[in-house]
């Protein structure tokens, strides 16, 4: 694999990041997702896509579809890739670091970095295998650990790669106290969940719940 075949980029706000994030990218990447959960991304003049992204898609969403939601949405308008790096918005690519960490990727394993899923490779098999993130968390955290821990029972393989990523942690939350007010809620109804689904052994992948939805959405 020659070629990173896709990287999906969620954004909700803090733009000026989703641009460092954008222009990190110093290896060739078929097509580059961002999911503008915020509908602001047109406000900013950062449209123009490195010369290594070959494809820029940019699709804006009338509302926060949420973390897990986002992913899925990007894995299944590409479903003939062998695989998905998964990248926060908050994050970025030292120079060589993208190619040092796809140099790991497999369509059978998962690829982290020390900073955990702030960068994130899923291979196509994985997904074939277990299915895809769960959607019963709303709007963000534990489907990261949901979706691990369902691919480690699958016997897949997770790879810690050396290649840096520079991650400015929870910057999301952390520019707005509204949203850090209202996570605080979520974050707890979550973690709630997340232990109730895994109290019995390896769960399904949850499903999307509109109850849930509106019930701990951040708007």
Same mark, same amino acid.
């Given at each position: 694999?020659?070629?990173?075949?896709?990287?999906?980029?969620?954004?909700?706000?803090?733009?000026?990041?989703?641009?460092?994030?954008?222009?990190?990218?110093?290896?060739?990447? %078929?097509?580059?997702?961002?999911?503008?959960?915020? *509908?602001?991304?047109?406000?900013?003049?950062?449209?123009?896509?490195?010369?290594?992204?070959?494809?820029?898609?940019? /699709? #804006?969403?009338?509302? *926060?579809?949420?973390?897990?939601?986002? /992913?899925?949405?990007?894995?299944?308008?590409?479903?003939?890739?062998?695989?998905?790096?998964?990248?926060?918005?908050?994050?970025?690519?030292?120079?060589?670091?993208?190619?040092?960490? /796809?140099?790991?990727?497999?369509?059978? *394993?998962?690829?982290?970095?020390?900073? #955990?899923?702030?960068?994130?490779?899923?291979?196509?098999?994985?997904?074939?295998?277990?299915?895809?993130?769960?959607?019963? +968390?709303?709007?963000? +955290?534990?489907?990261?650990?949901? &979706?691990?821990? @369902?691919?480690?029972?699958?016997?897949?393989?997770?790879?810690?790669?050396?290649?840096?990523?520079?991650?400015? *942690?929870?910057?999301?939350?952390?520019?707005?106290?509204?949203?850090?007010?209202?996570?605080? +809620?979520? &974050?707890?109804?979550?973690?709630?969940?997340?232990?109730?689904?895994?109290?019995?052994?390896?769960? %399904?992948?949850?499903?999307?719940?509109?109850? @849930?939805?509106?019930?701990?959405?951040? %708007?």
């Amino acid at each position: 694999m020659p070629v990173v075949p896709v990287v999906i980029i969620p954004v909700l706000n803090r733009y000026d990041l989703l641009r460092r994030a954008v222009w990190s990218i110093d290896y060739p990447v %078929e097509q580059l997702i961002l999911i503008d959960n915020g *509908n602001k991304a047109e406000t900013y003049p950062w449209h123009s896509k490195p010369k290594t992204v070959f494809e820029q898609f940019v /699709w #804006h969403m009338p509302t *926060n579809l949420g973390v897990g939601p986002s /992913w899925n949405l990007g894995i299944k308008a590409t479903p003939h890739a062998d695989g998905w790096i998964l990248l926060n918005s908050d994050a970025w690519f030292p120079p060589s670091q993208l190619q040092q960490f /796809w140099a790991d990727c497999e369509p059978d *394993n998962i690829v982290k970095t020390s900073s #955990h899923w702030s960068c994130v490779w899923i291979g196509a098999k994985v997904v074939a295998r277990i299915g895809l993130f769960s959607e019963c +968390y709303v709007p963000a +955290y534990f489907e990261d650990n949901d &979706f691990e821990g @369902r691919a480690v029972a699958a016997g897949f393989r997770l790879v810690v790669s050396d290649a840096e990523i520079g991650h400015d *942690n929870s910057s999301t939350i952390g520019s707005d106290p509204n949203l850090a007010r209202k996570n605080g +809620y979520s &974050f707890d109804e979550n973690r709630r969940l997340h232990f109730q689904r895994w109290s019995d052994g390896v769960p %399904e992948a949850g499903v999307w719940d509109l109850k @849930r939805r509106r019930e701990l959405g951040w %708007e």
